[in-house]
């Protein structure tokens, strides 16, 4: 059972326009939420991460939007470049000593020039 | 650069083969992640280890198994292999057991015939 839940798995997005990734959870105990960024070739690496006790944290043009009640979180990237395009996994976990990453499926995004 | 290397970067080989996927983490990293990357199929945690003990199982297949070395180096050794475990697989590596940023290594390209 997919727990953390991905959408859109493709996006297409104008240079310049905003790029909008939202992903949904299941378990309320949930308590860190990454988002990693994987380029062709090349393994994800950590972009940006969130926890619940904020609603929006923004690192340049990325930033992530947390709604606890609803159990979503997205991704927002501002003045989408070409150089963006790559595939964007949302991913949550729950505090632990063996802290395990639920992965969503993934996001491949194009941005035309 | 991530720090994360991986051996070897592309592998061809044969059905009922057997291959050895090398990993070593980050200097200070004590936990190692196994992740299976298919075409479509997102993330696959498979296993991981911290500070040379297995911490914790995926979906690993009978067929596979790992160690961390004293060294903290780790191999996965992938057996008796089937043209569908043909993918990416990735290394990562992270401070603590119970930290969700993970740094990735470039993964290893195992393409079975």
């Known amino acids: 059972q997919q727990q953390v839940k991905q959408s859109p798995q493709s996006l297409i997005v104008q240079k310049g326009g905003i790029s909008i990734i939202n992903c949904a959870y299941e378990n309320t105990a949930f308590d860190y939420f990454p988002w990693y960024q994987q380029f062709p070739g090349k393994g994800p690496a950590l972009l940006i991460a969130i926890r619940p006790d904020v609603s929006e944290k923004k690192e340049g043009r990325f930033t992530i939007s947390f709604n606890k009640s609803a159990k979503q979180f997205s991704l927002h990237i501002m003045d989408s470049q070409p150089g963006d395009s790559a595939t964007y996994f949302c991913a949550a976990s729950r505090a632990g000593n063996n802290r395990k990453l639920i992965w969503g499926l993934g996001t491949s995004l194009a941005v035309n020039p | 650069d991530s720090g994360v290397t991986q051996t070897p970067k592309h592998l061809i080989t044969a059905t009922g083969q057997r291959v050895t996927l090398r990993c070593s983490p980050r200097s200070g990293d004590l936990s190692v992640y196994w992740y299976q990357q298919s075409l479509d199929q997102g993330l696959q945690f498979l296993i991981h280890y911290y500070n040379g003990e297995e911490r914790a199982k995926g979906n690993i297949l009978e067929r596979f198994s790992a160690q961390q070395f004293p060294d903290l180096h780790s191999e996965l050794n992938l057996s008796s292999l089937e043209l569908g475990d043909s993918a990416l697989y990735f290394c990562?590596?992270?401070?603590?057991?119970?930290?969700?940023?993970?740094?990735f290594g470039e993964g290893s390209r195992l393409t079975v015939l």
């Open positions: 990562a590596s992270s401070v603590s057991s119970n930290t969700g940023e993970l740094f």
